[in-house]
């Protein structure tokens, strides 16, 4: 409710304003929220690019040094025709098993599906693309599907999914360095910094991939970054090097042929006219952007085609035409999903309305669909925290811990301080306590000899005596003398300083100005010296004359005093801010230790030796089947067998590399699969002292990905194997069969008249009908040969390593009688339970080892043709090579 109150409070003066979405290089940004025009409208700054700051005319070896197959450059132009022709391309590639090819085609479908904006589509052939690199060993490429499968989640709002990807893709660019692929790395990092309203660091990343290509190399992605650096500059209000920055790209986009590039680049020219209140030039970008659409058949950009058009007609207070053009793109934005984009252009249509036509019977259908799309972007932007959270933990955990190391220093250094200068001071009594003595001794000895020598012996000791004191009362450490009983005998005056208090107002007894939960301690450490003489260090605290307590570290021993009894000496000082220093780190460890504990993954530090260190508690309730982990080893803990799959990454972890794998462990007898990353701990001198662990239990995300990966491949009526799952088959047999001489066969069947039983019976009897077919068909093949469903009735058996042609035949003579025995199948519950004949026909593809699949395939539909000319309910065969 306080987001509808606030959308109407807002209503009557929110500027009207077009969005930058969050885009990628591959994915077309929609237009930026910016400020109204103000009353007296900046106008657009001139701008006149230097020749000397434009690249000299693009080398063609430089202006794209990305290899692409050609169907990938008509995709800029020809989407749909690229579409419509790569599927033959691919099933060529993939029967000829070449899995470069492959990707590069798959890569040429990701771009046509960027253009006409279809982002499943887009993300699909990415990952295809990823994929079949990854087999053809070639890392640039592997990388290149992983950025256009990333771009692709981007424009779906997967950021934290997009994140990984890009990671991974730079990883790959690093090992295999290509200068224009990592600038297209770090295009996409830009635009995802922007989509996350960080566009001080969306303009740094498009400097940093500007930085990365030479002059006139990489045309296209030169003209990308610098249309990201423009649309972050103009979000910090830095219009004039916006504008420079688009005119650069501009320029670099006219010396190509990309219609989609020049369309992203009108959409930021337009949000910079309206900007600068120039309506006129918003309106020549819109149309432009509208040609291109058509050009294109775009439907994205025709719907922000529109809301530029609606927009600056809003600007000119030309409204009826302003909600024509905002209704039109909002209709062509739902039309292909994109919910953000259409909030945005129901946000503006809604204001309208509501200015200028309150009572009009539009206004409640479409802010009704406002509320929905604003409740889903809420529920985006909280899924989306929630993947940042990560993020900012493991930020938190650095921040600490480099905390801890510093505090640890301070503390070191200041304990080697206080006991330096606390030995100096214990020197310093020994030695004077041991030159009195001196003095003593030859006062004793030459007593005897002459009055005049014991005066200036006497003299001497006197002297000394006035050292000990000046160095006494002005020391910054207390000094105290104390008798075995606590009452003082002499305390220095720096206890001023310390504790406020005058010599003089001091109790005789100092324990009574010592904190209540200290006082039993100072009496242990009193009845200690008393018996053993020390020296001791005791830590107490004292009650300011202010009334707040002072932490003291004292170094005390037993001394014989002037008259020979005993006396405790001791020095010392405030230790108040090392105490309050190691509280807070305690505190600061307390804290991180908890947040450890309570994330549900195993987190650990394992020393160079490979010993654990620390273990959180999610891993300690694992490791407590096993015993305390800490101190044990890696290969103590896990075993034998899955220490062999870890020391790799452990070995590399420790040469300062960081690892992120995935594996599987048995643990309590039960399979797990985990993520897990290793994260070095360098120390100070830059040599790795162990590193950081960080497990996560991810089975039920790999059971749901194998459990798709199932249901992708099975047909959903009959439960045989679909068209994609034989087509797999068939090309892995052919080539079987043709490295080995094998023979080969195909059984192609239908159902006879299945159209009849559909029209005359319903689909429930028809759907029926195919299960039951499926049924006796499965029954009546051998366990190795592959049965599937390929078609609404068409069924399709592969056999492998068949005894002959006549072998084949006979498995079809024994299939007939089989399948085309009446059958008793349900038509629904006004039909019930009725008997219908059935009647097939089976077309026999052979081949005596040299075929490919598609040519097996081909037969068989020919034999099936010739099955069904000679009346049906037979087969026919059809041999080939």
Not at 47 to 72: F, N, Y
Not at 741 to 760: E, M, R, S, T, W
Request: hydrophobic share 45%.
């Amino acid at each position: 409710m306080k987001r509808v109150a606030g959308f109407l409070a807002g209503a009557g003066g929110w500027a009207l304003c077009l969005v930058a979405a969050a885009g990628v290089a591959g994915a077309l940004p929609a237009a930026t929220a910016a400020a109204a025009p103000p009353p007296t409208p900046t106008p657009t700054p001139t701008l006149v690019i230097d020749p000397g700051e434009l690249p000299p005319p693009a080398d063609p070896a430089l202006a794209d040094t990305v290899e692409r197959d050609p169907l990938e450059l008509r995709a800029l132009s020809e989407p749909e025709a690229v579409l419509a022709e790569v599927g033959t391309e691919l099933r060529n590639a993939q029967i000829a098993g070449d899995q470069r090819r492959v990707a590069l085609l798959y890569l040429a479908k990701q771009n046509a599906c960027r253009v006409v904006a279809d982002w499943d589509c887009q993300r699909e052939a990415g990952e295809l693309a990823a994929a079949a690199a990854a087999a053809a060993g070639d890392a640039q490429l592997q990388a290149r599907g992983l950025i256009a499968e990333s771009r692709a989640r981007m424009a779906m709002r997967d950021f934290a999914r997009s994140d990984r990807l890009l990671a991974e893709a730079e990883r790959l660019l690093k090992e295999s360095p290509h200068s224009e692929l990592l600038a297209d790395v770090m295009l996409a990092y830009s635009s995802m910094s922007y989509a996350l309203g960080r566009h001080a660091l969306s303009a740094q990343y498009a400097e940093r991939g500007l930085g990365l290509l030479g002059p006139g190399e990489g045309l296209a992605m030169q003209s990308r970054l610098q249309r990201n650096r423009a649309r972050a500059l103009a979000r910090l209000g830095r219009a004039i090097e916006a504008g420079r920055a688009l005119d650069l790209a501009t320029q670099f986009a006219e010396r190509l042929d990309d219609p989609k590039l020049v369309a992203e680049l009108y959409l930021e020219a337009s949000r910079l006219a309206r900007h600068a209140g120039d309506v006129s030039a918003q309106r020549v970008y819109g149309q432009r952007i509208l040609t291109l659409a058509n050009q294109l058949r775009n439907a994205q950009l025709s719907g922000l085609g529109h809301e530029v058009m609606g927009l600056a007609a809003a600007d000119n207070r030309e409204f009826a035409l302003a909600l024509r053009e905002l209704k039109q793109a909002q209709l062509e934005l739902r039309g292909i999903g994109l919910d953000s984009d259409e909030l945005r252009v129901l946000r503006e249509t809604v204001q309208l309305l509501l200015r200028t036509d309150p009572g009009s019977p539009e206004l409640a259908p479409l802010f009704e669909r406002y509320l929905v799309l604003d409740a889903a972007e809420a529920e985006a932007e909280r899924t989306q925290a929630a993947d940042e959270f990560d993020a900012r933990l493991r930020y938190a955990e650095r921040e600490t811990e480099l905390l801890r190391l510093k505090t640890e220093g301070e503390l070191a250094a200041e304990r080697e301080r206080g006991l330096a200068q606390t030995n100096r001071l214990s020197r310093i009594v020994i030695l004077l306590g041991f030159a009195i003595l001196v003095a003593l001794a030859g006062f004793f000895v030459t007593l005897r000899r002459s009055n005049r020598r014991l005066r200036e012996l006497l003299a001497q000791l006197g002297e000394r005596e006035l050292q000990y004191r000046t160095l006494a009362e002005n020391a910054s450490d207390l000094v105290v003398r104390l008798r075995l009983t606590g009452e003082r005998v002499y305390v220095s005056p720096s206890v001023r300083e310390l504790l406020g208090h005058s010599p003089a107002d001091l109790p005789s007894d100092l324990r009574d100005l010592a904190h209540p939960d200290d006082r039993e301690r100072l009496n242990a450490t009193i009845g200690q010296l008393t018996r053993d003489g020390g020296p001791l260090t005791v830590r107490y605290r004292m009650r300011h004359r202010a009334g707040h307590h002072v932490w003291l570290e004292a170094l005390a021993r037993r001394v014989n005093g002037p008259a020979g009894e005993p006396e405790i000496v001791y020095a010392a000082r405030d230790i108040s801010a090392r105490m309050r220093v190691e509280r807070e780190l305690e505190t600061a460890q307390a804290q991180l230790r908890a947040v450890a504990d309570n994330i549900p993954a195993m987190i650990a530090h394992i020393d160079s030796q490979q010993r654990y260190t620390f273990v959180n508690g999610y891993g300690a309730t694992i490791f407590a089947r096993e015993g305390d982990a800490i101190g044990r080893t890696v290969r103590d803990i896990r075993g034998e067998a899955l220490y062999s799959e870890l020391e790799p990454h452990i070995e590399a972890v420790l040469r300062g590399e960081r690892v992120s794998f995935e594996g599987q462990a048995e643990v309590g007898g039960r399979t797990y699969d985990f993520q897990t990353n290793y994260v070095p701990d360098f120390a100070d001198d830059g040599s790795v002292r162990g590193f950081f662990a960080f497990t996560f239990d991810i089975s039920r995300l790999k059971e749901a990905e194998r459990e798709l990966e199932r249901q992708a491949r099975i047909d959903g009526l009959t439960g045989l194997a679909n068209r994609r799952h034989f087509d797999e088959r068939l090309a892995a047999a052919s080539a079987r069969s043709r490295r080995s001489g094998a023979p080969l066969a195909l059984l192609y069947l239908d159902v006879d008249h299945f159209k009849q039983i559909n029209d005359g019976h319903g689909h429930a009897a028809g759907d029926a009908v195919l299960r039951e077919f499926a049924r006796r068909l499965r029954t009546n093949v051998r366990e190795g040969d592959l049965v599937a469903r390929i078609g609404g009735d068409e069924f399709v058996v592969l056999v492998e390593g068949p005894d002959g042609l006549a072998a084949v035949e006979a498995m079809a003579a024994k299939l007939l009688p089989a399948l085309t025995a009446p059958m008793v199948v349900a038509a629904g519950e006004s039909r019930g339970v009725i008997t219908l004949p059935v009647g097939t026909s089976i077309g026999i593809g052979y081949s005596r080892g040299g075929a490919g699949g598609v040519q097996l395939l081909a037969a068989a539909d020919r034999a099936l043709y010739a099955a069904k000319q000679a009346g049906r309910n037979g087969s026919r065969h059809v041999a080939i090579d």
